[in-house]
């Protein structure tokens, strides 16, 4: 039996070098497709390039957040300052104001964002090391293999959620056919009785009466409507079982389980058969709020 895999998760994979520590986080939430965001340190820009490319790997849906934090370790972490954006913030300041800067302007400019890079320096020393990179690189996608796992722990626990649903499902199709054959004998007494009310006088003639509600009793006929369901209850097994990536299958068969659960509605002539199809339709709902969270 193949693998069901949901589309939340959280891993986390760290370790420890003799220039510092590390941390590969990665995240993911629902999406429609396949989005991965990677942010990393400055000078780490290869590992963008090497979470992407292993990402199609695990996932084919998700909106993925991998990322990786470096802390040097004590005395390497220097910070650096971008004299180039600092002239040219300066530059424009002197441009704007037609006077030097002062003290304290020079001093919110050195606290503008990229400005000081804490340990810039030697984290783009470290980024341009293979010997740091490789091993990176592996943790990056073992942190990847971990989130796969916890994705697919979160899709045991929705097979389970939704084969319990296609189950309650069943068992209201089955209460509807057993209440779907008394639809005939339910409808001619119905417009057996309107008729006599309507005309008392007996003018109605009874051959052109009786074919009238032979003709809507076959109209109320909802055996199709319930095969079809048993059908897709078949296909929600065999797809469940099949495992990930299904989400969009799953989702196309909660609209269909709903176009004849809104049949059986319209057709039914009892308030037993309207609520087993109300039944369904909740069960229905349920069913595809969650299949929206598969893979």
Request: glycine share 10%; with cysteine.
């Amino acid at each position: 039996m193949s693998v069901l895999s949901g589309m939340t998760g959280f891993a986390r994979v760290s370790g420890e070098a003799e220039w510092g520590s590390w941390a590969w986080e990665a995240k993911s939430v629902n999406g429609r497709g396949l989005d991965v965001r990677v942010n990393y340190p400055p000078g780490f820009e290869a590992l963008e390039r090497v979470i992407k490319s292993a990402a199609p790997k695990y996932f084919q849906r998700g909106s993925l957040q991998v990322a990786l934090r470096i802390d040097l370790s004590s005395g390497a972490d220097t910070a650096t300052v971008n004299t180039t954006l600092l002239d040219t913030l300066a530059a424009a300041v002197e441009k704007r104001t037609g006077a030097a800067l002062s003290g304290e302007v020079f001093a919110s400019l050195m606290n503008v964002k990229g400005v000081v890079e804490p340990g810039a320096g030697n984290l783009r020393d470290l980024g341009s090391d293979e010997a740091v990179i490789t091993p990176l690189a592996k943790a990056g996608e073992e942190a990847l293999q971990a989130l796969q796992a916890e994705r697919r722990r979160e899709g045991g626990m929705l097979a389970d959620l939704l084969e319990g649903l296609v189950a309650g499902m069943e068992e209201l199709r089955e209460k509807a056919g057993k209440l779907a054959d008394t639809q005939p004998a339910l409808l001619q007494e119905r417009l057996t009785k309107q008729l006599d009310e309507l005309d008392p006088g007996g003018r109605v003639d009874k051959d052109r009466a009786a074919a009238e509600i032979a003709l809507s009793a076959a109209k109320a006929d909802v055996r199709e409507e319930l095969d079809r369901l048993t059908a897709h209850f078949v296909s929600a097994h065999e797809l469940l079982a099949g495992g990930s990536p299904v989400g969009r299958k799953l989702d196309f068969l909660a609209q269909e389980l709903n176009r004849e659960a809104n049949t059986l509605c319209s057709k039914s002539v009892s308030l037993d058969l309207t609520n087993a199809g109300l039944g369904l339709k909740g069960l229905i709902d349920q069913f595809k709020e969650q299949a929206a969270n598969v893979e």
